[in-house]
């Protein structure tokens, strides 16, 4: 009997007792190899096929997904549009994130508290400066309003009232976005991808956006709104306020007079923004932010990723690096802002920065393939605008 020898050790090493035979040393009966090289070549021929199907379908995949940007200033109506494809091609989600809204509308209306409360700050600190320097020329675009001492005590008491609200404000925007704030805006609630699903009922309502821990300013605003609701129906109601909107000494953002229309309703304890809430919520956009639909279009189904972008200008450096495979550009322009001033530079009128960025995606070589449509928007507030007598000349 031969000695046992691993190939591996050479002849003079023996092989330990407990190391298995080789397949020849087992004596089980090889095929010969004509049978091996036909049925690898099967196999080869097999995972060939599959590899082909699979880059056909890759292809195939690739040719239905449409990239759609969404582009335009800030306040533009980008998100909200957004919103609507969401309603449209899938309205389960909008369903689902409905709770999470709820804090960002109970800011916005502390917002539109806050913006009317300066305002009438403002206008009672000029009245008595004109009274105390007896001004008699006024600016006809800027004239002192009348304001009776009963309105006006009226007016400060509902202030004192509204202040544990409005002191709430600040860090409640800071609250919302994680501590996220632009140089140069105003306050505001600004909002990363996928904020969305950290708020959901189940990490409870008043979860952080970016962490889902839950949030004290947001509880309590939410509180301070149930109990403050009658004195904001009644500032917003007041005649003196109602002059103010209508004379649009007070600018507020669209979002503002709607839901202080609906203050009842969004104040009680158990309140969830329905899907009208939602779509007229304000919240600004930071970044880039990816949504996916599948959409059947004449028995085919294609893939949407439709971005939704930050407008504001600091923000607009993050578009380029999707330039490249856009397939098609949706831009915004709220036609409505011809009275209007970014906010970011109060010096340039909002419908000039429309024209001059729609120049500057016109002119980009990066989206010369892509597909261009212009959208003007808030045609609604531009008929509203035209019927109240602002003239666009001016
Ligand atoms: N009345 C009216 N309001 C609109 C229309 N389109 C949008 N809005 C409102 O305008 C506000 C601004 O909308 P957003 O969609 O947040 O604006 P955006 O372009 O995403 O802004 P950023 O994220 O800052 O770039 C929201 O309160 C919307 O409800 C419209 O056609 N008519
Ligand atoms: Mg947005």
Redesign the pocket.
């Known amino acids: 009997m031969s000695q046992l020898v691993s190939p591996s050790l050479g002849p003079n090493h023996a092989r330990s007792a407990s190391a298995p035979p080789s397949i020849e040393e087992s004596g089980i009966l090889l095929p010969p190899n004509r049978f091996y090289n036909e049925e690898s070549q099967r196999i080869s021929n097999m995972i060939d096929d599959e590899l082909k199907k699979e880059s056909a379908l890759r292809k195939e995949a690739k040719r239905k997904e449409i990239k759609v940007m969404l582009l335009?200033?800030?306040?533009?109506?980008?998100?909200?549009?957004q919103k609507q494809f969401q309603l449209y091609y899938a309205s389960q989600t909008l369903e689902t994130e409905r709770p999470s809204w709820r804090p960002i509308v109970h800011f916005n209306i502390m917002k539109a508290v806050r913006m009317i409360l300066d305002e009438l700050d403002y206008e009672f600190a000029r009245a008595e400066n004109a009274e105390q320097e007896e001004i008699q020329e006024q600016d006809v675009d800027n004239e002192l309003l009348e304001i009776s001492p009963s309105h006006k005590n009226e007016i400060l008491d509902l202030r004192s009232r509204l202040l544990p609200l409005v002191a709430l404000h600040d860090s409640l925007a800071s609250e919302l976005s994680g501590g996220v704030s632009i140089t140069g805006g105003k306050t505001g609630v600004f909002v990363r991808s996928g904020w969305q699903t950290l708020l959901t009922p189940s990490r409870g309502w008043m979860g952080n956006v970016h962490t889902g821990k839950p949030q004290a300013v947001a509880g309590l605003a939410a509180k301070a709104l149930h109990t403050a609701q009658e004195d904001i129906r009644k500032l917003w109601l007041h005649p003196v306020v109602r002059i103010f909107v209508d004379k649009r000494k007070v600018r507020l953002?669209?979002?503002g007079p709607f839901f202080l229309d609906n203050i009842e309703r969004i104040a009680q304890p158990d309140y969830v923004p329905d899907i009208e809430d939602v779509?007229?919520?304000?919240?600004?956009?930071l970044g880039v932010i990816e949504h996916s639909f599948p959409i059947n279009l004449g028995g085919t189904m294609y893939d949407w990723r439709l971005y939704?972008?930050?407008?504001?200008r600091g923000?607009r450096h993050a578009w380029v690096p999707y330039f490249d495979d856009a397939t098609a550009i949706i831009f915004?322009a709220?036609i409505s802002a011809f009275d209007q001033y970014l906010e970011e530079d109060p010096r340039t009128n909002r419908i000039d920065d429309s024209l001059q960025l729609f120049t500057a995606i016109c002119a980009n070589q990066l989206l010369k393939k892509a597909h261009l449509v212009l959208m003007l928007?808030?045609?609604?507030?531009l008929k509203r605008k035209l019927k109240a007598g602002i003239r666009v000349a001016k």
């Open positions: 335009g200033q800030a306040e533009s109506g980008k998100s909200t549009l953002e669209e979002s779509l007229s919520v304000r919240l600004q956009t939704d972008v930050g407008g504001a923000q915004l709220p928007n808030k045609t609604d507030l």
